[in-house]
């Protein structure tokens, strides 16, 4: 148990449709953040948040929408996905931004129909 | 841009010693860390190196040498549960996020 939770664990979606993946650490972190990782390919950063602020958006198509509602929980909101979107998406989280130590969810596996 | 090279591939026996290495290019260098993920699972914090030399923990150690930009993780005393990707990942400044290799897979035989 790293104390980072990240539900669904697992989640099938059509291209139409809209979904949430949540987040939540209960490590008392400053800074929150969202991989994708694919086959065969590092941890793409996706976003960042610092005492609930975006602070870096890694040029990630508008279909991913995250939120922030406080230093506890980030979200990432989904929506008219494409397939080469099925990937684990991960969720981290540190201290402060930098070189911290990053503890991480145990991700959703997403598949894209 | 900044990269970060890694085996991708590494096969050693239980028992044994093993060395992952990691090469780095990068507009800053602050730290140098190591991360571990088994298949299914959440990349979990190994080791890190601040300054060059050795930094040990149990059966895993991690290198830094600066001027080269490299590192090394090496774990002694392989166990079948050792068989995971390994990550390095620099982080290029204090306040600036990490940046993660593609990872090596490592597979153990008994």
């Known amino acids: 148990e790293t104390g980072v939770t990240q539900t669904p664990r697992h989640l099938v979606m059509g291209m139409t449709n809209k979904k949430s993946l949540k987040c939540e650490q209960h490590?008392?972190?400053?800074?929150m953040y969202w991989y994708k990782q694919s086959a065969k390919k590092p941890l793409e950063l996706m976003f960042v948040y610092n005492f609930k602020e975006q602070t870096e958006n890694n040029s990630v198509p508008s279909r991913f929408s995250p939120e922030c509602p406080n230093s506890s929980h980030l979200f990432l909101h989904l929506h008219t996905l494409q397939p080469e979107d099925s990937a684990l998406y991960l969720c981290?989280?540190?201290?402060?931004?930098?070189?911290?130590?990053?503890?991480f969810g145990a991700g959703t596996r997403l598949s894209v129909l | 841009g900044q990269s970060l090279e890694q085996p991708s591939e590494v096969t050693a026996v239980e028992g044994a010693i093993v060395q992952i290495n990691c090469t780095y290019q990068t507009s800053g260098f602050y730290g140098l860390s190591w991360y571990q993920q088994h298949d299914g699972g959440a990349p979990t914090f190994l080791s890190y190196n601040g300054l060059d030399g050795l930094e040990e923990t149990g059966r895993f150690s991690s290198f830094l040498s600066r001027s080269d930009s490299y590192g090394y993780l090496l774990l002694q005393e392989l166990q079948m549960k050792d068989s995971a990707s390994y990550f390095c990942a620099v982080s290029r400044d204090r306040d600036d996020k990490i940046i993660f290799g593609k990872g090596t897979r490592l597979h153990i035989l008994p």
């Open positions: 490590l008392g972190h400053n800074a």
């Open positions: 981290a989280s540190s201290q402060d931004v930098g070189g911290d130590i990053q503890y």
